[in-house]
């Protein structure tokens, strides 16, 4: 039997139900994933709560893992038998010991990235990857203010912004985030939020910054906005504070500012969107220049646990989940 953790009614971590579901055999264009590893993201926390709903209820949460393929559909070409995969761009269903899944959004791991490696990082570093190099094309000597930079996507995105030639501000809660941040080349890290512009703009010569990358919303957003130079871009891609609902004549008011609410879904909803964000992220690793920091480990089952720790901001870096 297949075992999943599935939500049937929206809430708190306690309404994450480790249970026996059915597993299907692949139709045509799927394949059938047995997990070897599924990534912990912050979305999953948004379709447990319901601030993102799920197709239907029960639903099983999750958007990412790494395994081998079982069998597969009808048609079928890009993945056989026995091959290494992950995946981050497919509807909900990961948190699950098997899935099928269509197989066009599968992709074949190099042989050099483990398993816990790979669910760790295909969501937050393909997400690095686009905020860095399409929403907003970071150049070299630009500074740009990371939100959240000891997290998932924030420590990736942070190495990858260094990689390119940025100077990276990185922002966090805790004077440990900020060695960890700083460990993985953040040049500035401010801890807490009061003080940022003011920092930014000691840093920049008052210049201001041509682009935030804000992951956390409600709580960040106007501080973030502070941050920018006329004409700037605030990117803002996440809501780990709950989302934002502002008027958009702020913008105006704060300097003819741009304003983008990028998703990863978009960003790789064509094959080869998905394959090149993909073959760009494994070559980063695969020079060295970002690391995957798999700084947490939780059971499936206990996948409660691990959204605790992520909502109370304990984790640092990537988290996986071990079937
Ligand atoms: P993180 O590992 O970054 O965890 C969230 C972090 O947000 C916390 O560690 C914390 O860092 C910070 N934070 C600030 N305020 C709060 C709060 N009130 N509650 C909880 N955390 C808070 O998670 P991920 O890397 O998985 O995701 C980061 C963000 O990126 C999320 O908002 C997610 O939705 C978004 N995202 C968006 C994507 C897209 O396509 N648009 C794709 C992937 C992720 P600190 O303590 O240092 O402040």
Redesign the pocket.
């Known amino acids: 039997m297949n075992h999943a953790i599935r939500v049937h009614e929206y809430g708190g971590p306690e309404k994450m139900v480790w249970e026996e579901v059915p597993l299907p055999s692949p139709k045509p264009g799927e394949a059938l994933v047995r997990h070897k590893a599924v990534g ?7 379709f447990r709560t319901g601030l993102y709903k799920a197709p239907s209820l029960p639903a099983t949460i999750g958007m990412e893992a790494s395994g081998i393929v079982e069998a597969v559909g009808e048609g079928v070409t890009n993945v056989a038998p026995g091959d290494r995969v992950a995946y981050a761009t497919a509807p909900i269903g990961a948190y699950a010991e098997a899935r099928t899944i269509k197989a066009d959004r599968l992709v074949k791991v190099p042989e050099a990235i483990g398993f816990d490696q790979a669910a760790a990082m295909m ?2 570093g ?2 690095a990857g ?2 860095l190099t399409r929403t907003f094309k970071v150049q070299p000597g630009q500074t740009i203010l990371v ?10 995105m942070t190495q990858w912004a260094k990689h390119l030639g940025a100077t990276v501000i990185g ?4 004077e440990e ?1 900020a060695e960890l941040a700083k460990a993985h080349g953040a040049d500035h890290v401010v801890v807490g939020i009061e003080s940022l512009p003011a920092r930014v703009k000691e840093i920049t010569g008052g210049a201001m910054l041509p682009v935030v990358y804000d ?6 957003f106007t501080t973030s906005l502070d941050c920018l130079a006329p004409y700037g871009m605030m990117v803002s ?6 989302p934002v609902t502002t008027d958009i004549g702020i913008l105006a008011a704060k300097g003819s500012l741009y304003l983008t ?7 790789t909803s064509k094959r080869e969107d998905l394959e090149a964000h993909a073959a760009a992220l494994f070559d980063v690793v695969a020079k060295g220049a970002v690391k995957i920091r798999v700084n947490q480990s939780f059971a499936l089952k206990d996948a409660a646990d691990a959204h605790r720790a ?10 996986v989940l071990l079937p």
């Open positions: 912990l993201n912050y979305i999953d926390v948004y969501l937050q393909m997400t686009f905020l939100h959240a930079a000891a997290g998932g996507v924030g420590l990736i922002s966090v809660s805790t985030k992951s956390v919303g409600r709580d960040t891609y996440g809501n780990a504070s709950g609410r990028p998703t990863l879904a978009t960003y992520l909502e109370a901001r304990k984790t640092t870096g990537s988290t």
